[in-house]
C-alpha cells in the first residue's frame, strides 16, 4: 500500500513538472502579443521558425526524458528504501521472535529448576526427618539395652555376693560339725578310757566300780553339756558372721552402684560426644587452610537439645566454621535419664581436621 501511494505521488509530480516545462515553452516563444496601435487596415504575420520550434521540441523531450531519469532513480532508491526497510522490519520481527521464544524457553527452565530445587528440599527434608527418627530409635534401642546390661550386671554381682555369702556361711558350718564331731570322739575316747578303768576298778571293787560308773556318767553328761554348749556357742557365732557379711555384702553392693551409676553417666557422655561430633561433622566442610589446626567447641544445650550457646577456642576462622556447623544442627539429641542430660547440658569437643 504504501509503494502504491508512492507511485501515484512520482506521477503526479512528473505531470506537474511536465505541465510546467509545456508552459515555459509556450512562455517563451515568440507567440507574446505587441502592444497595438490602431492602425487601420494593418496586418501583421507572424513567421514561426521550424527549426526552433524542432529544438525547442528536442530540448523538452531531453528535459521530459532527464526528468523520467530522475523521476525513475528517485523511484528506484525509494523501492530500494522501502525492501531495504522491509528486511529490517522481517529480521527485526525475526528477532523478537527469537527472543520471545528465548524468553520463554528460561522462564520454562527457570520454573523448572526451581520446581526441581523444591523438590530436592522436600526429598532432603524427609531424609533429614527419617535419620533423626532413626537417630533417635538407636539412642532409645541403645539406652534400654544398657539398662537391662546394667540390670543383668547387677543382678549378676548379687547373685555372686549370695553365693559368696552361702559358701562362706557353708564353711563356718562345716567347721563348726568338724569341731563337734572332733570333741564328741574325744569325749568318746575320754569315756573308753574311763570304762576301761572302770572295769579294771570293778574287778578289785564292786563298790568302786559302781562309784565310778556313777563318776563316770557324771562326767558323760558334764562333758555332753559341754559339748552342747560348745555346739550353742559356734552356731550363734556362725550367725553372727553370716550377718557380718551380709551387712559387708550389701554396703559393697551400694558402693558397687554408686560406682557403676557413674561409670554408666560417663559412657553416656562419651556415646552422646560422639554422636553429636559426627552430626557437627557432617554440616562441616574441611578446607585445605584448618589442617593441622585446632579447635575446642563448647556448647550449652536446653532440656530439649537446643543449641542455646556456642564459642571456641583455638584457630579463629576454624572456630567460626564450627559454630557454623553447629549452628546448622540446631538441635542435638539428648538423653531423658536427667544425671545423664545435666552432663550433657554443657559439652566440650575438640576437632583437629585430618588428625
Not at 525547442?56 to 528535459?63: D, E, G, M, S, V
Not at 532513480?73 to 528465548?102: S, Y
Not at 587452610?289 to 556448647?299: A, E, P, Q, T, Y
Request: glycine share 2%.
Amino acid at each position: 500500500m504504501k509503494k502504491n501511494n508512492n507511485y501515484s505521488v512520482a506521477l503526479t509530480v512528473s505531470v506537474i513538472l511536465h505541465l510546467v516545462l509545456l508552459a515555459l515553452l509556450l512562455w517563451g516563444s515568440d507567440f507574446s502579443m505587441s502592444d497595438r496601435k490602431a492602425t487601420p487596415n494593418t496586418i501583421q504575420a507572424v513567421v514561426i521558425d521550424p527549426n526552433a520550434v524542432a529544438q525547442q521540441a528536442k530540448t523538452i523531450r531531453q528535459q521530459r526524458d532527464k526528468a523520467q531519469k530522475v523521476e525513475q532513480d528517485r523511484l528506484d532508491k525509494l523501492r530500494k528504501q522501502a525492501d531495504e526497510l522491509q528486511k529490517n522490519r522481517v529480521a527485526e520481527e525475526e528477532r523478537i521472535r527469537k527472543l520471545k521464544a528465548d524468553k520463554v524457553k528460561a522462564d520454562k527452565a527457570a520454573r523448572e529448576a526451581e520446581a526441581k530445587k523444591i523438590e530436592r528440599q522436600k526429598e532432603q527434608k524427609i531424609a533429614k526427618e527419617k535419620a533423626d527418627a532413626e537417630r533417635k530409635l538407636a539412642a532409645t534401642a541403645e539406652a534400654d539395652r544398657k539398662r537391662k546390661q546394667e540390670a543383668a550386671n547387677k543382678a549378676e554381682q548379687q547373685r555372686i555376693e549370695k553365693e559368696k555369702a552361702a559358701k562362706a556361711a557353708s564353711v563356718k558350718a562345716e567347721k563348726a560339725e568338724a569341731d563337734r564331731v572332733a570333741k564328741e570322739k574325744a569325749a568318746a575316747v575320754a569315756a573308753e578310757k574311763v570304762k576301761q578303768e572302770n572295769e579294771r576298778a570293778a574287778k578289785a571293787e564292786a563298790q568302786r566300780i559302781a562309784k565310778e560308773k556313777e563318776a563316770a556318767a557324771a562326767v558323760k553328761k558334764a562333758e555332753q553339756e559341754k559339748a552342747r554348749a560348745a555346739k550353742a556357742e559356734a552356731d550363734r557365732k556362725a550367725k553372727e558372721a553370716a550377718l557380718s557379711d551380709i551387712f559387708a555384702g550389701l554396703e559393697s553392693e551400694t558402693q558397687q552402684n554408686s560406682s557403676a551409676k557413674q561409670k554408666y553417666i560417663a559412657s553416656e557422655r562419651e556415646r552422646y560426644g560422639a554422636i553429636y561430633t559426627q552430626m557437627i561433622q557432617q554440616n562441616f566442610l574441611i578446607e585445605p587452610s584448618f589442617i593441622g589446626k585446632k579447635c575446642r567447641v563448647n556448647m550449652k544445650l536446653s532440656a530439649s537439645g537446643f543449641v542455646i550457646d556456642v564459642n571456641g577456642q583455638g584457630d579463629r576462622t576454624l572456630c567460626q566454621a564450627l559454630k557454623r556447623a553447629v549452628t546448622k544442627v540446631g538441635t542435638f539429641p539428648i538423653s531423658d535419664d536427667p544425671e545423664v542430660m545435666k552432663e550433657l547440658r554443657s559439652v566440650s569437643m575438640t576437632f583437629e581436621p585430618n588428625k
